[in-house]
Structures are given as C-alpha cells and as structure tokens.
C-alpha cells in the first residue's frame, strides 16, 4: 500500500517562507512525476509546479521565481520551497506522486497541508 506524507505547512506573515515535503511511503514502486496542486476556497485545484523522474521542472505563472520544486529519490520525497510568500497563496497545499505500484501506474494524492499568508 501507497501512502503520501506532507508536513511543513503553517501560518506566515506576507514575504515570509515556507518548505513543504512529501514522502511516499511502501515498497516495490517506482516514481515518476512528482507534484504539488493547491486549492484556495472557493477555487478550483491548480498546479503549483510538477517534477518530472529527470529533473525537469513546470511552475505555475503565479509562482515563478518564488518556489522552488526538489526531489530526493533516495527518500521518495518531493519538497516544495515557498519564498516571497503572498497573501494570494493562502490555500491547502497537495502532493500528488505519479507512480508505478502493484502492476498499474496511477497518481496518489496526499491529504493536504495549510498555508496561511497574514498579517
């Protein structure tokens, strides 16, 4: 069984940072994509920025510049640096891992984590 871990959400003040992880826990997988969506309320899910097995990297426009997508395939961990951090990014921050587990590939989803941008 696939599990996905988040940690490292919280409440900051405007400009300040942030550093979300992800780990995949189990065994006998392999990974591809890895990923962070978020959800402010009242809005749609959107991607924030993706990574893919190779180390290529897509950020979302609003985002650029400011965060910064990692992985350590060693730890099945993908991280999410969040610099300059605004008000608008306040939403619940999700892992999605792109993988290949028990003969099928399939996207896992964590449960989300909680950025508060404020004052």
């Known amino acids: 069984q696939v599990q996905l871990v988040e940690s490292g959400g919280g409440l900051v003040q405007p400009g300040g940072s942030l550093r979300l992880s992800c780990t995949a826990s189990?065994?006998?997988?392999?990974?591809?994509?890895m990923g962070w969506y978020r959800q402010a309320p009242g809005k749609e899910r959107e991607l924030v920025a993706h990574?893919?097995?190779?180390?290529?990297?897509n950020y979302a426009d609003s985002v650029k510049g400011r965060f910064t997508i990692s992985r350590d395939n060693a730890k099945n961990t993908v991280y999410l640096q969040m610099n300059s951090l605004k008000p608008e990014d306040t939403a619940v921050y999700y892992c999605?891992?792109?993988?290949?587990?028990?003969?099928?590939?399939?996207?896992?989803w964590g449960r989300g984590t909680q950025v508060t941008v404020s004052s």
């Open positions: 189990g065994s006998f997988f392999i990974i591809y994509t």
């Open positions: 990574i893919s097995s190779g180390g290529n990297t």
């Open positions: 999605n891992i792109d993988l290949y587990y028990s003969g099928r590939r399939d996207d896992y």
